[in-house]
């Protein structure tokens, strides 16, 4: 709620109640820090000094504006600190709860508007009264004490209460709190400030980068000047030999006056190289400075984190701690409050399914109080989360066993994957491995949103688990989303830009590297068959020309969203100052923001979720464009053929084979498959077999030999079937050749075939 930070410089604009709230929320942390510190170190004297002097604070700001209730709060904690300096009290786990309670009393009351503080303090009276008559007896609690309880309000952090931005207020008072009003608008203005900063920042950088190609011109006048002078100096040369007196002063003359002229512009190209190089850098300053405004330290997303985790712990009968490392690292303000939502999630779930109680892990092995570590810093240019805790980790086999249970994959294919692939399924929405689930539930509940959450920040998570050691999430996300390195492409004649981060790999793919099933096309990428799909296509901007030897790839996406995107060209990477989209178009399907290219040209920055999304919707319609080379010339002069056999071996076997004989050939995984594609190419020959899902071969004869358009194309049977009424009953559905895969070498098939269509080369 404070922007003290953005405001330090006029405090006019404020009144007294909006100071007393920014001076409650900065010492309300100072007493929640310490009361955790003291809870762990036991003796902490700085602790306890910074608490008194927070609480004395509290104390006179409060009674200035009449918050009497906060006044008595204040002073029953000061009174509870002095002595717990002068060792008359020791801040076991119970008393803290109690002085936490008093401060999230404080919190809320700071939080309301002037004319909600009596509604509130009517509605909240039983619990107002029990906390200070528990903090002034503070040193005679009984064990255990739950305010929370006797109040007939639910505990804190259980399931109920609200997450991370309430973490430390009573769920109940958070209902009865009438919201409170904006102070100003300033936070708006200064955003849009903001936005105009960045926007003459960026113009000014690209207008330093129009200077190279003038330069370029400087130099090249330079060159044509001095082939010029040259000639000066032999039409001089040439004269001085003349008798002409007069013609020899004139070229004299003209020679003199050459060299000033050459030392003009070796001086003024030196010159507008050094504004240049001034230029850039001050340019580039400037943009640095103004998102320096943007950036906000770590902490003041994570502030809450620790609160909430050891509220959170107690309630589930557990005792842990979040230790949290480089809070002084900077990040954008944007992305800070984008990813407290998915930390909050990630902390709440590691408490929950991670952590054992405190017998548990000590019968383990491990300390009865569990460990959090939440760590960020920069790295490579980038922010870097990464969350991991001594729990218990994740059972690798629980989720392969739930995975065959939802019938996600078959026994056999969940017994091939790796741990990572394991460790996937667990960002699918609902997926869950605990049977009951709730609000604070296992490992499942919530990771769909934290995946999706972070990727739409152009960033990436990664999960890894230790069965019995614990539990590690790395979260990658650039350090602000005002100016992003992205990959520069070309779609159609037009740039258009993909985020570096969500960028896998650039890759040049052979034409002859291509393969094509089912009507779709991929290419082998380190054993693994990925997908092409044309860019222009997905953006709805027509045919790709695929004319060239080579495609340009950009890999996007992961898991099974993996896609190979093929564009016209690559340009590079380049820093790019992020423009918002007028909102009068709308959300554009596929692009998220736009920017200017150094040369000032524009690009649309592409949203690869939404393209992934896209993508998906493009192959499950069918219907994808082609990208193999379309060279009609070549297909005239080589034969081609379609094999269509359900079995991988086979499949493989009959390509090579034919390919090593010069054929063309595709290939199609059942009759259905094999329909579709020999319908929408140019073939010479169908090999197919009879056994097959969805449509057996002789259904596909029968169907080719009735076509109007192919009824004249051979096709030959390769079948395991050899008895004679199998044979008779090949041919009679149209087949031309009918030959047994038992009985059959590799010289046996292109004997056949070259009965049937003779040699590859017409």
């Not at 109007?708 to 087949?735: C, N, Q, T, W």
């Amino acid at each position: 709620m404070s922007q003290s930070g953005d405001n330090n410089g006029d405090l006019s604009q404020f009144s007294m109640l909006d100071l007393f709230r920014m001076e409650a929320e900065s010492q309300t942390q100072i007493l929640t820090d310490g009361l955790l510190a003291m809870e762990r170190l036991k003796d902490d004297a700085g602790a306890i000094e910074s608490m008194m002097r927070a609480a004395h604070s509290i104390k006179g700001a409060a009674a200035i504006v009449g918050l009497e209730v906060v006044v008595q709060l204040a002073h029953g904690m000061e009174d509870a600190f002095i002595a717990a300096q002068r060792g008359k009290l020791a801040l076991s786990p119970n008393r803290v709860d109690v002085l936490l309670a008093g401060v999230d009393l404080i919190l809320q009351l700071s939080r309301l508007q002037d004319s909600g503080v009596d509604a509130w303090l009517t509605a909240n009276a039983t619990l107002i009264k029990q906390t200070l008559d528990a903090i002034a007896t503070i040193a005679f609690l009984p064990e255990p004490v739950n305010l929370r309880a006797e109040a007939g309000l639910p505990p804190l952090g259980a399931a109920s209460a609200p997450a991370v931005a309430s973490a430390a207020a009573p769920a109940a008072i958070v209902e009865e709190t009438p919201a409170i009003a904006p102070r100003t608008p300033a936070p708006l203005k200064a955003a849009q400030n903001f936005d105009r900063l960045l926007s003459l920042a960026s113009e000014s950088r690209i207008n330093a980068h129009q200077m190279p190609p003038f330069i370029q011109d400087m130099q090249r006048f330079k060159r044509n000047q001095s082939s010029l002078f040259a000639l000066v100096e032999q039409l001089h040369e040439a004269i001085a030999n003349s008798s002409d007196a007069a013609l020899k002063e004139k070229s004299l003359l003209a020679l003199q006056k050459t060299h000033p002229l050459k030392q003009f512009v070796l001086e003024h190209i030196a010159d507008i190289e050094a504004y240049e190089r001034r230029l850039l850098a001050v340019s580039q300053s400037m943009v640095d400075e103004v998102l320096t405004l943007r950036m906000r330290p770590f902490r003041d997303g994570v502030q809450a984190f620790p609160r909430m985790v050891r509220d959170l712990a107690r309630s589930l009968g557990k005792d842990v701690q979040l230790h949290i490392v480089g809070e002084d690292t900077l990040v954008d303000r944007d992305i800070l409050a984008k990813i407290e939502s998915p930390l909050n999630h990630m902390l709440r779930n590691a408490v929950d399914h991670g952590m054992d109680a405190p017998d548990g892990r000590i019968a383990a092995g491990k300390p009865a109080v569990g460990t959090i570590v939440l760590e960020a810093k920069h790295r490579a240019g980038m922010l870097s989360i990464e969350i991991s805790d001594d729990g218990r980790g994740v059972d690798l086999e629980k989720i392969r066993t739930r995975v065959v249970e939802r019938k996600m994959a078959s026994p056999q294919m969940a017994a091939s994957l790796s741990p990572a692939e394991l460790l996937e399924f667990l960002f699918l929405p609902a997926f869950s491995l605990k049977e009951n689930t709730t609000e604070i539930s296992g490992r499942g509940v919530g990771l769909d949103i934290v995946h999706e959450t972070i990727r739409s920040q152009n960033g990436t998570v990664r999960i890894e688990s230790e069965l019995g050691h614990g539990f590690r999430t790395y979260i990658t996300l650039p350090l602000t989303q005002s100016i992003v390195r992205a990959l520069v492409v070309d779609i159609k004649g037009e740039a258009y830009a993909v985020p570096i981060v969500q960028v896998e790999r650039v890759v040049k793919v052979p034409q002859s590297a291509i393969r094509t099933l089912e009507s779709k096309q991929f290419f082998d990428l380190g054993g693994e068959h990925l997908g092409l799909v044309s860019a222009s296509q997905v953006l709805e901007l027509g045919d790709t020309d695929a004319s060239s030897d080579e495609l340009a790839v950009v890999v996007i996406g992961s898991g099974a969203r993996r896609y190979a995107l093929v564009v016209e060209a690559i340009r590079g990477e380049q820093s790019l100052a992020v423009q918002a989209l007028d909102p009068i178009f709308g959300k554009m399907r596929d692009i998220s923001s736009a920017a200017l290219l150094d040369d000032g040209e524009p690009v649309l920055i592409l949203d690869v979720p939404d393209l992934l999304l896209s993508i998906d919707k493009l192959l499950h319609e069918g219907g994808l464009h082609q990208l193999a080379k379309s060279d009609q010339a070549e297909r005239r002069k080589t034969k081609r053929i379609l094999v269509v056999d359900d079995s991988l071996t086979v499949r493989e076997m009959e390509r090579k084979l034919l390919l090593g004989r010069g054929y063309l050939v595709d290939i199609a995984i059942d009759g259905i498959d094999g329909w579709n594609v020999v319908r929408s190419g140019d073939y010479d020959l169908v090999i197919t077999d009879v056994d097959m899902p969805r449509m057996d071969g002789i259904e596909l004869v029968t169907l080719i030999k009735k076509d109007i358009h192919l009824h004249k194309l051979p096709v030959m049977i390769v079948s395991y079937k050899d008895r004679p009424e199998d044979r008779a009953r090949g041919l009679s559905a149209g087949a031309d050749y009918y030959l047994t895969k038992g009985s059959f070498h590799d010289e046996t098939l292109l004997d056949a075939v070259n009965d049937l269509i003779g040699d590859a080369r017409r």
